[in-house]
Structure formats: C-alpha cells, structure tokens
C-alpha cells in the first residue's frame, strides 16, 4: 500500500556532501518512523539513522556529527544530509518506513571515492 521513491544518490569525493531524499506515497501512516538503512559490499545491512513523526532522531554511531536526518511530515518526505563523508560510507541506502509493520526502497548507491 505504501510506496518509498528515493532519489538522490551517487559519486562523491571524501570530505564531500550528498542528500538523498525518500518520499513515501499510499496509505501513509501519520505517526510512522521514516529513515535510512545501508549496506556495504559483504557487510549486513545496518540502520544508520531514524526519525520520529514527532522529530526524535536516532543515529548510528559512525554517523553522528555528520549525518543530519528529517523530514515534511505534510510531504510524508525524508532526507539524509550527509557530510564529511568518507569511504566506509559507500553502500546502497534504502529508505525505511516503519509503521508496525516496516518497509524498505529500492535503494540508491552512494559511493564515495576520490
């Protein structure tokens, strides 16, 4: 019923910045939990930061300081800005959507090289 649309994703130097951004569409539940998981070459798929409907934000460890996550809740939209960022961050990104029951995108690679 509800669908995830990401947009955003690709090449980056280290040190760089990129914003991805998901927008949910369908029967969105308006108290739901939107954010972003992301799995690397032969690593599992990791969460890497949440937000609330009411803006509390959860971030992995690796991404504090650096990534900065929100959302329009009148959008049903979410972004990750992410700075400084660094070669271990290259992984496909997929945008996550947890209203009881969860839901992930198709994902977008980012890929930071130099």
């Known amino acids: 019923q509800v669908q995830l649309v990401e947009s955003g994703g690709g090449l980056v130097q280290p040190g760089g910045s990129l914003r991805l951004s998901c927008a949910a569409s369908?029967?969105?539940?308006?108290?739901?939990?939107m954010g972003w998981y992301r799995q690397a070459p032969g690593k599992q798929r990791e969460l890497v930061a949440t937000?609330?409907?009411?803006?509390?934000?959860y971030y992995v460890d690796s991404a504090k300081g650096r990534f900065t996550i929100s959302r329009d809740n009148a959008k049903n939209t979410v972004a990750l800005q992410m700075n400084s960022l660094k070669p271990e961050d290259t992984a496909v990104y997929y945008c996550?959507?947890?209203?009881?029951?969860?839901?992930w995108g198709q994902g977008t690679q980012v890929t930071v090289s130099s």
């Open positions: 937000i609330s409907s009411a803006g509390s934000t």
């Open positions: 996550y959507y947890n209203s009881g029951n969860r839901l």
């Open positions: 369908g029967s969105v539940f308006r108290f739901s939990t």
